[in-house]
């Protein structure tokens, strides 16, 4: 009789075939997710978006969804459970979503498309290089975390809004110096100060929405500030002129904007 046949054998193969039944019985997984909304934390942790980065709890995310994605799990939502907790409890302590103040920065190259299409593909890496060079160096000397790369733009959050400026500035001035094919880029900037949502690696919600329409709505070589990031600002270094014209699709309307540029 081999070991594969013998009746522990049998039994053990029978407990974990039981065990798989239930963990995958749709009454289980329900009562599981019911625990969860009573939980702390985010109740959808797991998603692909939650469970983005490469920290420690996000990775084990990922695993577990990866390795119970093909069938309902009880087992599946009981893990996220604990993740979703853990979660929870270190943006209370400030290492992740929570209630503390951001600047939100947005950046992105002035009619880049236009000028990408007639270059090609190699120019404008070597542009998107360069301009990585000299762009993102101030981004972390002031302390900013890159969110994510936008193509042709950065977002970038920060802890207090004059050091977004200052980095926004240099940035602006740093990349006068960069030349691919005769052509020199020109960055625009914007950025706005309030209370983004962190979902994994990423940041959601209408202060980033607005922070980027601020952006949109710079020309070349401008930095603009909203006027709630203005009042963390020290007015002897920054110079700032309000846009009494601003209008930006899907800002506030009463939303104050200004330039600025350095006293």
Same mark, same amino acid.
């Given at each position: 009789?081999?070991?594969?046949?013998?009746?522990? /054998?049998?039994?053990?193969?029978?407990?974990?075939?039981?065990?798989?039944?239930?963990?995958?019985?749709?009454?289980?997984?329900?009562?599981?997710?019911?625990?969860?909304?009573?939980?702390?934390g985010d109740q959808d942790y797991g998603d692909p978006l939650s469970t983005a980065g490469d920290e420690p709890s996000a990775l084990l995310g990922q695993r577990l969804s990866a390795l119970t994605a093909e069938r309902p799990s009880a087992m599946r939502e009981a893990g996220l459970s604990a993740l979703q907790v853990w979660q929870a409890l270190s943006e209370s302590q400030g290492r992740g979503r929570g209630e503390r103040?951001?600047?939100?920065?947005?950046?992105?190259?002035?009619?880049?498309?236009?000028? /990408?299409?007639?270059?090609?593909?190699?120019?404008?890496?070597?542009?998107?290089?360069?301009?990585?060079?000299?762009?993102?160096?101030?981004?972390?000397?002031?302390?900013?975390?890159?969110?994510?790369?936008?193509?042709?733009?950065?977002?970038?959050?920060?802890?207090?809004?004059?050091?977004?400026?200052? /980095?926004?500035?240099? /940035?602006?001035?740093?990349?006068?110096?960069?030349?691919?094919?005769?052509?020199?880029?020109?960055?625009?900037?914007?950025?706005?100060?309030?209370?983004?949502?962190?979902?994994?690696?990423?940041?959601?919600?209408?202060?980033?929405?607005?922070?980027?329409?601020?952006?949109?709505?710079?020309?070349?070589?401008?930095?603009?500030?909203?006027?709630?990031?203005?009042?963390?600002?020290?007015?002897?270094?920054?110079?700032?002129?309000?846009?009494?014209?601003?209008?930006?699709?899907?800002?506030?309307?009463?939303?104050?904007?200004?330039?600025?540029?350095?006293?």
């Amino acid at each position: 009789m081999s070991a594969e046949s013998s009746p522990p /054998a049998k039994r053990a193969r029978k407990t974990r075939e039981k065990l798989r039944e239930l963990d995958s019985q749709p009454s289980s997984v329900k009562v599981v997710r019911a625990l969860r909304s009573l939980l702390p934390g985010d109740q959808d942790y797991g998603d692909p978006l939650s469970t983005a980065g490469d920290e420690p709890s996000a990775l084990l995310g990922q695993r577990l969804s990866a390795l119970t994605a093909e069938r309902p799990s009880a087992m599946r939502e009981a893990g996220l459970s604990a993740l979703q907790v853990w979660q929870a409890l270190s943006e209370s302590q400030g290492r992740g979503r929570g209630e503390r103040e951001l600047t939100i920065l947005f950046t992105d190259l002035v009619e880049f498309s236009a000028w /990408a299409l007639e270059a090609g593909d190699t120019m404008a890496v070597d542009l998107l290089r360069q301009v990585a060079h000299v762009v993102e160096p101030p981004m972390e000397d002031r302390g900013g975390k890159i969110v994510k790369r936008l193509g042709d733009g950065l977002m970038v959050v920060f802890d207090e809004p004059g050091d977004a400026v200052d /980095a926004a500035l240099e /940035a602006v001035t740093a990349i006068e110096g960069v030349d691919v094919g005769g052509h020199q880029p020109s960055l625009r900037a914007g950025l706005h100060t309030g209370r983004p949502r962190k979902v994994g690696r990423d940041y959601l919600g209408v202060d980033v929405n607005v922070a980027a329409r601020i952006a949109e709505a710079a020309g070349a070589g401008e930095v603009l500030v909203s006027g709630v990031a203005c009042e963390g600002l020290d007015e002897e270094r920054i110079t700032l002129k309000r846009k009494r014209r601003f209008k930006a699709k899907g800002a506030p309307s009463d939303l104050e904007v200004f330039a600025a540029s350095k006293s």
